[in-house]
């Protein structure tokens, strides 16, 4: 399998919940392909991110989509971070300077909640996730063309 279809598979996995499939892919990803697939996953997430903010991304509409997401996952382990959930969903909309503050494996950690959370949340994303993971493969290639 080449490496696109890899990452698009092993975020497919990680939409739809299947945790041993997701966990299974990501070991075949070799470390020198690991900063391609953090940014299609990145991709990923800054599209559903924007799409479910569309209407509002104030300050205290991405706190209380924290503040529920929290609340319903309030037994994981280990516990979720709020500070550093509302900072992952700013830098979407420009506040890059959250990246610095959040260690790299808890920004792909809330990448892959957000994203299972945003397409389990939405019929219509969960019907269209073919299409966007492709929209958000086209991203990843255009980030990393620039």
């Known amino acids: 399998m080449d490496k696109i279809a890899l990452f698009r598979d092993t975020i497919k996995a990680v939409a739809t919940g299947d945790v041993d499939e997701a966990l299974r892919l990501e070991e075949q990803i070799t470390d020198d392909d690991r900063e391609l697939y953090h940014l299609h ?53 420009g506040e890059e300077h959250f990246l610095a503050e959040i260690p790299l494996a808890e920004q792909l950690r809330i990448q892959f909640l957000i994203i299972r959370f945003l397409i389990q949340d939405s019929d219509n994303l969960a019907d269209q996730l073919e299409e966007t993971i492709t929209a958000a493969q086209e991203l990843a290639a255009h980030w990393a063309r620039s």
């Open 41 to 93: 996953v990145t991709a990923m997430f800054a599209a559903l991110v924007q799409h479910r903010f569309e209407k509002d991304s104030t300050h205290t509409a991405i706190v209380d989509f924290v503040n529920g997401l929290t609340s319903r996952y309030s037994g994981a382990t280990p516990p979720l971070r709020p500070l550093m959930m509302e900072g992952m969903l700013r830098v979407v909309f």
